[in-house]
């Protein structure tokens, strides 16, 4: 079956080190996007891209860098600049311009 | 600025009672609604959309939202719910013509269901 494939499902680090996220998808959507999720709070687009080798920042963009270097893939790196990366982060992909999102599982990230 | 308002944050119902989750929104045009739903830990799957046409639609596991033009809502209906109903339930808007990048979520509504 088609989807989006997030790992690490949790991830432990270190204040001062860099950690990678993985998305990958398998719906030969354009569209990929990665969304950070704090307690009580909506989601909050941190990049996007709607195409290979390019992406777009979003409203909290700062910490944060991604890559998109094939269509079935979009990994999110936070960075040690990040102030505050205890967070569900969460990838999202889509075929049209509408909004229907599809989801991966998300990946938990704390930093110690 | 467009937004998005769910205002209740937390609502308990009786498993079999009926359901409804508001959400209004604040934007000129009509645009492209939705609503998600997320169980804990996992990610959100969408559970109906309007873009146009008739304003009741019909979602999975029995949802169904009306969008009300002259109240800005799009509020989230079941007639009788189950346990496994469980979840925080979020809004979404995109303005009409736009992009899947400009989406706007709210800040959800989690559902408890009294046994």
């Known amino acids: 079956d088609g989807g989006i494939t997030q790992s690490p499902k949790y991830l432990f680090r270190k204040e001062g080190q860099n950690v990678t996220l993985s998305c990958e998808q398998n719906?030969?959507?354009?569209?990929m996007y990665w969304y950070r999720q704090d307690p009580g709070q909506g989601l909050r687009l941190i990049y996007y891209?709607?195409?290979?080798?390019?992406?777009q920042k979003g409203d909290i963009a700062e910490g944060y860098s991604v890559s998109r270097e094939k269509k079935e893939s979009f990994p999110l790196t936070v960075t040690s600049a990040q102030k505050n990366p205890t967070a569900f982060y969460l990838c999202?992909?889509?075929?049209?311009?509408?909004?229907?999102?599809?989801f991966g599982e998300g990946s938990r990230l704390t930093v110690l | 600025a467009q937004s998005v308002t769910q205002p209740d944050i937390h609502i308990t119902v009786s498993e079999g009672a009926s359901l409804e989750l508001r959400c209004n929104y604040s934007?000129?045009?009509?645009?492209?609604l939705f609503w998600y739903v997320q169980s804990p830990g996992q990610g959100l799957q969408l559970l109906l959309k309007?873009?146009?046409?008739?304003?009741l639609v019909q979602g999975i596991k029995g949802f169904e939202a009306e969008f009300k033009r002259s109240q800005s809502s799009f509020n989230l209906r079941k007639p009788s719910v189950h346990w496994s109903d469980a979840a925080e339930y979020f809004c979404?808007?995109?303005?009409?013509?736009?992009?899947?990048?400009?989406?706007?979520f709210g800040s959800g509504t989690r559902l408890s269901i009294r046994p």
């Open positions: 309007y873009f146009s046409g008739d304003t």
């Open positions: 891209s709607q195409i290979v080798n390019d992406f």
């Open positions: 979404a808007v995109v303005p009409g013509y736009s992009s899947a990048s400009k989406i706007i």
């Open positions: 999202a992909s889509s075929k049209s311009r509408t909004g229907e999102l599809f």
């Open positions: 719906l030969n959507h354009d569209a």
């Open positions: 934007y000129g045009a009509t645009p492209y």
